[in-house]
């Protein structure tokens, strides 16, 4: 089901309307490479993730700081060591077709996407307290992975200091600020962090902040879009991405 667009595409922005959230959004276990092939078996031909490190520097994909309700683990994620962590069920917990899923290095997404030639938002996603090394190594990972890639990956976060951490390393990368409020200043905070995008809760957006948005230079997408009148509301305001668990109900062919 798609929500009509009279809006014309943006010659200059190179990814799709509808990105797939966290791989599947909740139809498969999140940050896993099933997520992402049962979104890609809908038609998404982008996914958004969340990456942290390990206790070692190995950047990997899982949302919460704590391991318990997506994995057979126990504690911060970010304290064990990657050989620690590979060892863990990241499928069991949401079914048991998906019983021994591993949890995936942000190496195996890179390989997965530019094989199939999927396209990718990384969340840098930081245990609290490591906001600057993460984005930095985050950054420096997908610059290597992503070299000689006609479309890089977008870095996000809500973390000013992961996304400055990530332009230190690697500038040349898109990046957008994540936000599930507009405190003031939002938009002068994503314009010195050279941002591309304000990536921002949906309900957020009116007619005003889009404009704004779009007449400082940036792009204006939205999580995590669930229902159909969220979606065609976005679509007339003429926001350029959608963020959605509902790969089951959007065509992303929209």
Known sequence: MTPTSSAAP????PYPR???????????????L????????????????DAKLSADGVPFLMHDA??????????????LAWSDLARLDAGSWHSRAYAGEPLPTLDNAARFCIANGFLLNIEVKPTPGTEEETGRVVASH?????????????????????????????????????????APGWLDTAL???????????????????????GAGLRALSYTVND?????????????????????????AG
Not at 22 to 30: F, I, N, T, V
Not at 203 to 210: D, G, N, P, R, S
Not at 236 to 247: K, P, S, Y
């Open 18 to 32: 509808w990105v797939a959230h966290r791989g599947a959004g909740k139809l498969a276990p999140e940050n896993t």
């Open 142 to 182: 997908a610059a290597r992975l992503w070299h000689g890639q006609a479309v890089p990956p977008l870095l996000t976060s809500f973390k000013p200091a992961a996304l400055a951490g990530a332009q230190r390393a690697a500038p040349h990368l898109p990046r957008g600020l994540l936000l599930d409020s507009l």
């Open 192 to 214: 010195q962090l050279g941002c591309v995008a304000i990536v921002c809760n949906h309900a957020l957006w009116t007619a005003e902040h889009v404009a704004a948005v779009h």
């Open 228 to 252: 159909e009148w969220a979606a065609q509301r976005l679509i007339d305001l003429d926001t350029d991405g959608i963020i959605t668990d509902r790969v089951d109900l959007f065509s992303p």
């Open 66 to 79: 704590t391991l318990e309700r997506t994995t057979s683990g126990h504690g911060t994620g970010g304290d």
């Open 10 to 13: 943006l010659s200059d922005w």
């Open 34 to 49: 099933a997520a992402f092939r049962l979104g890609a078996a809908h038609g998404y031909r982008m996914f958004e993730c």
